[in-house]
């Protein structure tokens, strides 16, 4: 080839290839291999198809990603997005402006407000499972949920409370008697509600100014803000107050951060639909080195860290090492063979946090411009509770999670057994702790001493009793703590070697046991016969002084558990427990067609084995089908017939 068919080969590349994709951002496939045999088809620089989250979808150009359009994340309701910005764009560099977020459900509720005329009982946080309770203060009665739970999507289960006027005037007046049942209602008129005016970024429809007892108020908000602290809808009740408090209007697109300068570049930012968004650019001779397009987070703060303009430098074709992703988190951008000048950032997962959030760079050198970060817990402390055993998520604590703490037996829980990890990496309470359980001190006796673990008493361990000489140990000799904090019976007594009087056996029933010519510590056994029951104590200790534990105990007949047995009467039938009968139970009884019971439907066994009534029994129904009655003046009489 001549060196004119050089020149014109270049010409021709300069105007196709390089003029093109710098006026619409296209670029040469990868079929251009001879820079002399045509240039090939030139198409779209696109980046990769933005998937959707779980619990979010996309919308806009997401697949493929199209240079200098835009990807937007959205989350489902309950869900907000974590870790990334919602707007994404895709770059000339084939690659997004950031990382794809993931939408995690919200671990809050909303602030609750307590109703007019009314207040929140106790402390009503806002993480899941908190309970908020409602009282009205009188004469005002409570409308809606009195008890109101944080569910896990974020939402308060029940009804809005408000607090209502109680009704009781008997007089005939409409809503709006301004008489409290004081008479004659007199003039009847509309009960009325304060003005409700919109709140900032909103406007109101409706029954508004003034509210109309019965009617609505309905507070809109303006593209870009949401309803928060509150319903949308109010009505305004007979008591002449709003059914709540008026909400207000929150931004929920985006929110506007303070515009920056960048050192030998521009930056160019514009509010759109709710979202800040800036675009960077290099002066000739300085290389970007981040994102091209920074978008601003609800919070205020930007969602990717700011670019920065440094001066170029000659083409390298060293290439970084690969990088591996943590455990726990993912990287995202160039990564794997990354060339000078592509970046790579650590993404982390639920529950964890990276060490550094810095973005490494891929430098000339071939090197990372920094270490690649860890990803560490982001929950609450390990809970470890001597002498105690943990359930749920306790190590580390998961945010919204519960952790249970229970002690081991012998072991007292002292403080919350229950904690939740919050949000902000601590748990909802104090740490419990597990304290040794003991049972009461016990006193040596009189005349005698003990030994052991006694004062006080250890779970598990024993206290022993003992009597000086002369003197008999009524009683237990060794006394177990048992897990309960309580002894395993009475302590024992010393009493002085003497005797008791002798026993004589009840009437129906029978001794055993050292009963007669009884030394101090010895015990007689009472029994009765079949058909009775004892009554008192059934063993006496011989104690010091000649006296026995307890008086003497006595037989008494047992009490009757039947009644005799019962039989249907003639044209009837019985139904409950009847043949025979069980005290405290019932057997009822029911006549056939064209017969009526007579005496007591319902019999009850009683205690003393007895029927509550006699028998009942059917007899005939008499109907009555006609009858004439006659006046005889004289012979006072007249006729009738009846048919049976």
Not at 87 to 96: A, H, K, P, R, Y
Not at 155 to 160: E, I, K, V
Not at 443 to 449: F, K, M, R, T, V
Not at 509 to 516: E, K, M, Q, T, V
Request: aromatic share 8%; charged share 10%; with cysteine.
């Amino acid at each position: 080839m001549d060196r004119f068919a050089l020149i014109c080969c270049w010409v021709v590349l300069l105007l196709l290839c390089g003029v093109w994709r710098a006026s619409s951002q296209r670029q040469l496939d990868s079929g251009c291999n001879n820079i002399c045999g045509g240039c090939g088809q030139c198409q779209d620089i696109t980046c990769p198809a933005v998937s959707p989250p779980d619990n979010g979808y996309v919308d806009g150009q997401c697949n493929p990603g199209i240079a200098g359009q835009t990807c937007v994340i959205f989350c489902d309701s309950g869900y907000a997005i974590e870790e990334g910005s919602s707007q994404l764009t895709c770059l000339t560099s084939g690659l997004w402006s950031s990382y794809t977020p993931f939408c995690r459900r919200t671990s809050e509720c909303s602030k609750l407000q307590k109703p007019w005329n009314g207040q929140i009982m106790g402390v009503c946080d806002r993480y899941v499972g908190a309970e908020c309770q409602f009282e009205c203060r009188s004469p005002f009665r409570l409308v809606g949920s009195q008890v109101r739970i944080c569910r896990s999507d974020g939402t308060w289960s029940g009804r809005t409370s408000a607090c209502e006027l109680g009704t009781g005037c008997n007089n005939n007046c409409g809503t709006g008697c301004n008489n409290n049942c004081g008479g004659n209602c007199g003039q009847c008129q509309d009960t009325t509600c304060p003005a409700l005016f919109p709140p900032d970024n909103a406007y109101v429809d409706g029954q508004c100014n003034p509210g109309i007892a019965g009617q609505t108020c309905i507070i809109f908000c303006e593209s870009g803000y949401a309803i928060e602290g509150g319903p949308s809808r109010l009505t305004c009740l007979a008591s002449g107050q709003w059914n709540s408090y008026t909400p207000y209007c929150r931004r929920t697109s985006g929110a506007i951060c303070e515009f920056f300068d960048i050192s030998n570049g521009q930056s160019d930012c514009v509010v759109d639909g709710g979202f800040t968004i800036c675009r960077v650019t290099c002066n000739s001779g300085y290389m970007l080195v981040g994102s091209s397009v920074v978008t601003c987070s609800s919070s205020g703060n930007w969602n990717e860290i700011l670019p920065s303009c440094r001066r170029s430098a000659p083409e390298v074709t060293n290439i970084c090492p690969t990088l591996a992703a943590p455990d726990g988190g993912r990287l995202v951008g160039s990564c794997t063979a990354a060339n000078s000048g592509d970046t790579c950032q650590l993404v982390c997962i639920s529950g964890y946090r990276p060490t550094d959030t810095r973005v490494l760079i891929c430098q000339a050198n071939g090197q990372w411009s920094s270490s690649l970060p860890r990803c560490i817990s982001s929950g609450c402390p390990d809970i470890h509770v001597p002498h105690g055993t943990n359930s749920g998520a306790c190590t580390p604590g998961t945010p919204g999670q519960i952790c249970t703490i229970t002690c081991q037996t012998g072991y007292t829980l002292t403080g919350t057994g229950t904690l939740i990890c919050q949000t902000n990496g601590q748990w909802s309470g104090s740490t419990p702790t597990c304290a040794v359980r003991s049972c009461p001190a016990l006193q040596p006796p009189a005349s005698g001493g003990n030994s052991g673990s006694c004062n006080p008493g250890v779970v598990g361990q024993t206290c022993s009793f003992y009597c000086n000489t002369g003197y008999n140990l009524v009683g237990q000799a060794n006394l177990v703590c048992g897990s309960n904090g309580q002894w395993s019976t009475n302590p024992p007594q010393c009493a002085g070697q003497t005797g008791c009087p002798d026993l004589n056996p009840p009437a129906n029933g029978a001794l055993s046991g050292s009963c007669r010519q009884v030394a101090v510590g010895q015990s007689c056994t009472f029994s009765c016969q079949a058909g009775y029951t004892l009554v008192g104590q059934a063993t006496l200790y011989c104690q010091t002084g000649g006296r026995w534990s307890s008086n003497t105990p006595y037989c008494n007949r047992a009490a009757a558990t039947t009644c005799s047995s019962l039989v249907a009467p003639d044209h009837g039938y019985m139904l409950g427990t009847c043949s025979p009968g069980r005290v405290g139970e019932t057997c009822v009884f029911t006549c056939d067609s064209n017969y009526v019971i007579r005496g007591q439907r319902t019999l009850t066994c009683e205690s003393g084995g007895y029927w509550s009534s006699n028998q009942p029994r059917c007899e005939s129904e008499i109907i009555v089908t006609n009858y004439t009655l006659m006046d005889h003046t004289n012979d006072n009489y007249g006729s009738f017939s009846v048919e049976s």
